[in-house]
């Protein structure tokens, strides 16, 4: 909420581009979601709601905007239950309304759906023609049955099942093809490029009577000052998890400071000369994955299981690691890469191995007034093997129940160093250390094996929750380890798709 201590500064409305026309909204409270907007205020209903919380997919809709350096269009799929309106502003929001090339005409992703039967109840189905739109403006040829079913992995259908829908993804390339013309809705966003940033102000929702305000600053330096200045401010990057916190909790969040407009937070570099990825703290989820994938290519299945893509399109890497849950699925993986957090305070930056970040349950080592900046992976070196490996009840979109990164450096047989990351097993992401010190140093036999599986009852006293027991965890953290000796042991080791029930990715 606001007090004497906020920075004074002008507000303004927020602006963006509905229907190819600019939108403009004041007087609503700052955390209220693109859902809400769509349905109570534009009263455009072919949005559903289904879960808020950024699960189901029921309310996917495309968020667009021009590339700053190109000026062409760009695209994404997102879940406007958990994204809060101000986030939307200089940017342009398209839904199952837009679609169609005319009010008497379907889209082929739409008739491919009426003529495949990919609709029963069709309380999601508006979230599939979405996710569907997106990708056909991606190809121009029908993507693979597995490229569909990834593209899809964040759409839920309770009723007609999957298999009339992908068909309908692959038949909606057998039409004529219905271009999509972005040139009116990028000459609208065009009379939005002048705008200051946004400062917004409207009822904190959760706190009749209070007022709260919404930063979105355009640099690092003036994140950074807003940062120093407001240590108690939220700060917001994709919402996929304080998103829930107001969908689900109804908590009051205050004064918001939003990343997504600073440009230099989304930066991806590779520095070859120094072995090092640096992934800004505001990328995307989906774009930082890819850059980690590239460098790692083992990490490839688990990057397409992390979550959704419109969760991944909106999430961000940054976001993911300093939220610090234990059970999230980048932090073990950046620990057995050994990553460095890059944190600034005001104009002071300094550098904190992702290993010392995490104190306990939900607590980091930020100092009040400072932020995440950056990751620094080091890319790995010759003869390190690196597997992510994630156990969940459901295999797309779910939440793991154990989540392991693991990295052997190897000198012919021999193990020189080791590092193990592993979710679900502590109050935080941990490397098992007494494991690690079993490896070390040992040649890399069955017998190392059992060594270091014996260990991981020292390392670790997991939970027992809904998601699993703490003997299955401790018993799939062995297993898990088993798995990476059966991939890499020196003699005879296992290809990918005999260690696994799933095709192997390519």
């Keep these: 909420m606001t007090t004497p201590d906020t920075p004074a500064s ?3 409305p927020i602006r963006f581009v509905h229907r190819a026309q600019v939108q403009q909204v004041d007087h609503l409270p700052p955390t209220t979601t693109v859902l809400q907007w769509l349905r109570e205020h534009a009263h455009c209903t072919g949005t559903k709601e289904g879960c808020a919380e950024g699960d189901c997919g029921a309310c996917t809709v495309v968020v667009g905007e021009a590339d700053p350096v190109t000026g062409a269009w760009q695209q994404r799929t997102v879940n406007s239950c958990i994204a809060f309106l101000p986030t939307l502003d200089g940017k342009a929001l398209l839904t199952v309304e837009d679609v169609a090339p005319s009010p008497r005409e379907l889209h082929p992703c739409q008739q491919a759906m009426v003529a495949c039967h990919g609709s029963q109840c069709g309380f999601c189905t508006p979230g599939f023609v979405m996710s569907l739109w997106n990708l056909y403006q991606q190809h121009d040829t029908a993507p693979t049955r597995p490229e569909l079913a990834d593209a899809l992995s964040g759409n839920l259908c309770r009723c007609t099942g999957y298999r009339p829908i992908l068909d309908a993804g692959q038949q ?45 600053p355009r640099s690092l330096d003036e994140l950074a000052r807003l940062r120093a200045d407001m240590p108690a401010a939220r700060l917001l990057a994709g919402s996929t998890d304080i998103g829930l916190w107001v969908t ?49 290519p083992s990490l490839r299945e688990i990057w397409l299981r992390f979550a959704s893509p419109p969760v991944r399109h909106a999430g961000t890497l940054g976001g993911n690691i300093a939220n610090g849950s234990p059970i999230g ?19 002071t930056v300094r550098e904190l191995p992702l ?74 992401a941990r490397r098992a250390t007494h494991a690690e010190a079993a490896l070390r140093g040992q040649p890399w036999t069955e017998a190392t094996l059992r060594a270091a599986q014996a260990t991981l009852a020292q390392d670790f006293t997991p939970l027992t929750d809904l998601r699993a027991s703490n003997t299955y965890r401790l018993k799939v953290a062995a297993n898990l380890l088993e798995r990476l000796w059966l991939e890499t042991r020196p003699n005879a080791p296992l290809a990918a798709d005999q260690v696994q029930v799933w095709p192997a990715q390519a």
């Design 10 to 12: 002008p507000t303004r």
């Design 172 to 216: 909606m390339f057998d039409a004529p093809r219905v271009a999509f013309d972005p040139q009116p809705w990028l000459q609208a966003l065009n009379t939005l490029a002048g705008d200051a940033p946004l400062v917004y102000e409207g009822p904190d929702a959760a706190t009749p009577g209070q007022r709260a305000r919404f930063w979105a």
């Design 248 to 296: 689900k909790q109804f908590r009051a969040l205050g004064d918001i400071i939003y990343l997504g407009r600073v440009a230099e937070l989304q930066t991806i570099q590779t520095d070859a000369t120094q072995g090092v990825l640096t992934i800004g703290a505001g990328a995307s989820l989906e774009d930082a994955w890819q850059a980690l994938t590239h460098a790692v």
């Design 329 to 347: 699925d980048s932090a073990p993986i950046l620990l057995a890469l050994d990553a460095q957090l890059v944190l600034r305070h005001g104009d």
């Design 355 to 428: 290993n010392a970040f995490y104190l306990d349950y939900m607590k980091n080592a930020l100092q009040p007034g400072e932020l995440v900046q950056a990751l620094k992976v080091p890319l790995p070196a010759a003869h390190q093997v690196v597997r992510a490996y994630k156990i969940s009840k459901r295999r797309d979109s779910d939440i793991s129940a154990v989540c392991a990164g693991l990295m052997l450096q190897m000198d012919g047989d021999t193990i020189t160093e080791a590092r193990l990351g592993w979710g679900g097993m502590a109050a935080t």
